[in-house]
């Protein structure tokens, strides 16, 4: 028996870092409370009452982060390595994956951007009757098709999808002009 109770290590340790260190099976049997390092920081972090989540740290702009990857049941091991990984290429390259989600989860519906402009530009429209048009045509043609969609998902595909049905009419409003079919 020691005189002196072993000391808590205060330091990295040295040497090779682990690299896919967990496995499938030992991540859904471990049953004892506390957070297991896989490699490149990921780590399964494991709750005294067995709730298990996937965690990385990271150094992002030279502050240390925590990022929840997702719980163990939804997500495998594959699945947070690879993600593990984008996450830690993106902050090498100087990005930030915490700000990339929140601007995603802050992003409006086209919809929602759509109401927000029209509101701006109803002050300077000449006629009231273009008040009335410009949400009726919207409501009647571009809402149903991308009026949930993100803003930063929408592409120039989607856009001509909703403009095509309405050009393909006899008299094309688009142009003014008279069209073939």
């Keep these: ?21 967990l496995s499938a099976v030992f991540c859904r049997n471990v049953a004892e409370a506390g957070r297991y390092c896989d490699g490149n920081g990921l780590y399964l972090e494991v709750d005294p009452t067995g709730a298990r989540r996937w965690v990385q740290r990271l150094v992002i702009r030279g502050k240390p982060r925590t990022l929840g990857l997702g719980g163990f049941a939804l997500v495998t091991l594959a699945e947070a390595r690879e993600a593990a990984l984008a996450n830690r290429r993106l902050a090498r390259s100087g990005g ?4 990339a989600r929140r601007r995603a989860r802050d992003m409006p519906t086209f919809k929602e951007a759509a109401v ?40 120039s595909a ?24």
């Design 1 to 21: 028996m020691a005189l002196y109770p072993k000391k808590p290590r205060t330091t990295k340790r040295r040497g090779r870092h682990p690299d896919r260190a």
């Design 96 to 99: 930030d994956p915490l700000a």
């Design 116 to 155: 927000a402009v029209l509101e701006q530009k109803r002050a300077g429209w000449r006629n009231e009757k273009h008040g009335k048009d410009w949400p009726t045509s919207l409501r009647l043609y571009v809402f149903p098709q991308i009026g949930d969609k993100p803003v930063s998902e929408i592409t």
């Design 158 to 181: 989607d856009l001509l999808q909703v403009l095509a049905p309405i050009c393909a009419t006899e008299w094309c409003r688009c142009s003014g002009r008279r069209t073939t079919s």
